[in-house]
């Protein structure tokens, strides 16, 4: 029975390597514990798993027909893998509406959130809501990408620095 179940997670992992070694923006590493790290080019970003947690890979293909491949966790994660990103899910968040933000987003995005947050504090009407829910998806991103397995103290780190910033210069 364990064997199966070993020939089936071998199965499993290839299609992720395989699909990974024929993308644009993706590359993969394995060393001998069956530890895989997935890199992603565009920002660095690195997601590591073990070969034994996956549960499933499914092969699909978005409303271009581009296709890309989900693979769902033993601990109820999951992951899309694209030609050059990973996605996840945001989490939810209390006092944000989830149907504003997209049900999939990348590490890219913390850049495009954190411009905005940046852009609303830096403007002389400085709307104070409008921060708060850029706040609420920059959190939700984050927390997200860390739940699935991305490293994103830096990104954290990144927010604290921007509020820290701008209550220092408007003291």
Same mark, same amino acid.
């Given at each position: 029975?364990? &064997?199966? *179940?070993?020939?089936?997670?071998?199965?499993?992992?290839?299609?992720?390597?395989?699909?990974?070694?024929?993308?644009?923006?993706?590359?993969?590493? =394995?060393?001998?514990?069956?530890?895989?790290?997935?890199?992603?080019?565009?920002?660095?970003?690195?997601?590591?798993?073990?070969?034994?947690?996956? &549960?499933?890979?499914?092969?699909?293909?978005?409303?271009?027909?581009?296709?890309?491949?989900?693979? &769902?966790? *033993?601990?109820?994660? *999951?992951?899309?893998?694209?030609?050059?990103?990973?996605?996840?899910?945001?989490?939810?968040?209390?006092?944000?509406? =989830?149907?504003?933000?997209?049900?999939?987003?990348?590490?890219?995005?913390?850049?495009?959130?954190?411009?905005?947050?940046?852009?609303?504090?830096?403007?002389?009407?400085? &709307?104070?809501?409008?921060?708060?829910?850029?706040?609420?998806?920059?959190?939700?991103?984050?927390?997200?990408?860390?739940?699935?397995?991305?490293?994103?103290?830096?990104?954290?780190?990144?927010?604290?620095?921007?509020?820290?910033?701008?209550?220092?210069?408007?003291?």
């Amino acid at each position: 029975m364990s &064997n199966s *179940k070993s020939k089936s997670t071998h199965a499993e992992l290839d299609h992720i390597l395989n699909f990974v070694d024929s993308s644009k923006g993706l590359r993969a590493k =394995m060393n001998e514990t069956g530890r895989v790290q997935l890199r992603q080019d565009l920002d660095g970003k690195l997601f590591t798993f073990s070969s034994q947690d996956v &549960n499933e890979v499914l092969h699909r293909a978005d409303s271009e027909g581009k296709a890309f491949l989900q693979v &769902n966790f *033993k601990n109820g994660a *999951k992951i899309l893998l694209t030609e050059t990103l990973i996605g996840f899910k945001p989490i939810e968040t209390l006092g944000l509406d =989830m149907t504003r933000i997209p049900k999939v987003v990348t590490t890219p995005d913390l850049v495009s959130v954190y411009d905005a947050i940046e852009e609303s504090l830096g403007a002389d009407n400085g &709307n104070d809501t409008e921060v708060e829910i850029l706040k609420k998806v920059y959190l939700a991103i984050i927390s997200g990408g860390e739940k699935v397995g991305f490293d994103l103290a830096a990104e954290r780190k990144w927010l604290n620095r921007l509020l820290a910033s701008k209550f220092k210069a408007s003291a």
